[in-house]
């Protein structure tokens, strides 16, 4: 197998809406053409459980990585940020319950230029009860065809 050139990266934790980062891996997963790309390794796929710090490493071996996760802020549930560069300026955005989060990985990462080429985080706005509704688990679908496309074309041109 040959070093993954795109990283999928679903972040989340046991609780309700906010397992949509590994939701979509798994979304991504079950997609019949995407199954080639995973199976010589040109696609990695990962879901973690709050990786602080240790995300840094995970960033590592891949030109093109997109990290998914949930995050709570005042957007209507649904909504979708797509970040791409100057992650300390939403490392209080990112911010997480559990100590060292998200922001702070990115940040750290980015200060220590340690982050790949080709990163972009979707941050996923969920509501402050991590209910999941119909509308919520549209935007899921949605962004697992979305980074179906995105890894498909990304893979077919390199």
């Known amino acids: 197998m040959s070093e993954p050139q795109v990283t999928v990266i679903g972040v ?3 609780f309700g809406a906010d397992q949509l980062g590994w ?10 053409e995407l199954q080639p790309f995973i199976a010589d390794g040109r696609l990695r796929l990962l879901s973690c459980d709050r990786p602080g710090s240790g995300l840094i490493e995970m960033l590592q071996g891949s030109g093109t ?8 802020s005042n957007a209507a549930p649904g ?19 559990h100590g060292f989060g998200l922001g702070q ?10 982050l790949p080429p080709d990163l972009t985080l979707h941050a996923v706005e969920i509501p402050v009860d991590l209910s ?5 688990q ?7 065809i979305s980074l179906t496309v995105t890894v498909i074309s990304k893979l077919s041109t390199e």
């Open 12 to 14: 989340g934790s046991p």
């Open 23 to 32: 939701w979509v891996v798994d979304g991504l997963s079950q997609r019949s």
């Open 65 to 72: 990585v997109h990290l998914i996760d949930a995050m709570i």
């Open 79 to 97: 909504t979708v940020r797509c970040l791409r560069d100057n992650f300390a300026t939403y490392s209080s955005l990112l911010m997480s319950s």
């Open 105 to 114: 990985a990115l940040a750290m990462a980015e200060a220590l230029a340690e």
């Open 132 to 136: 999941v509704s119909a509308g919520l």
């Open 138 to 144: 549209r935007t899921l679908q949605t962004l697992v």
